[in-house]
């Protein structure tokens, strides 16, 4: 499933307040389900260059494992993958002008169960 309240601000890796709030719900809904184990998918919009995208989206997907295991959730029931801007929402990529709002889209992690 998505979370599209998981959402970054321009190149930082930073959990927000609101993304906190959806974070929490994920929390809860592991807390109920202890046998699952998570993907959380991270992502970037097409500014800066792909290597950088790439290490940025880890860094994004890494911040939200953390994140949750503060509150109390088992490492091992988490996976980060980083996929950088190769699987943009919208038509934003090299070279196409967007609005803040359409990288905004881009920029969020997904959760996805994987157990």
Same mark, same amino acid.
């Given at each position: 499933?998505?979370?599209?309240?998981?959402?970054?601000?321009? &190149?930082? %890796?930073?959990?927000? #307040?609101? %993304? $906190?709030? =959806?974070? &929490?719900? !994920?929390? $809860?809904?592991? =807390?109920?389900? #202890?046998?699952?184990?998570?993907?959380?998918? *991270?992502? @970037?919009?097409?500014?800066?260059?792909?290597?950088?995208?790439?290490?940025? *989206?880890?860094?994004? $997907?890494? *911040? %939200?494992?953390?994140?949750?295991? @503060?509150?109390?959730?088992?490492?091992?029931?988490?996976? %980060?993958?980083?996929?950088?801007?190769?699987?943009? !929402?919208?038509?934003? *990529?090299?070279?196409?002008?967007?609005?803040?709002?359409?990288?905004?889209?881009?920029?969020?992690?997904?959760?996805?169960?994987?157990?």
């Amino acid at each position: 499933f998505v979370i599209k309240n998981i959402l970054y601000d321009f &190149d930082d %890796a930073k959990i927000r #307040p609101d %993304a $906190a709030i =959806e974070l &929490d719900r !994920v929390v $809860a809904f592991l =807390e109920t389900n #202890p046998n699952l184990r998570i993907e959380l998918s *991270s992502h @970037t919009d097409s500014r800066g260059n792909n290597a950088y995208n790439l290490s940025l *989206s880890q860094r994004r $997907a890494q *911040s %939200a494992v953390d994140y949750i295991v @503060t509150r109390g959730i088992s490492r091992h029931r988490l996976v %980060a993958k980083g996929y950088g801007e190769t699987k943009l !929402v919208n038509g934003c *990529s090299d070279g196409v002008e967007c609005t803040e709002d359409q990288h905004q889209e881009n920029r969020r992690t997904e959760i996805k169960i994987i157990e």
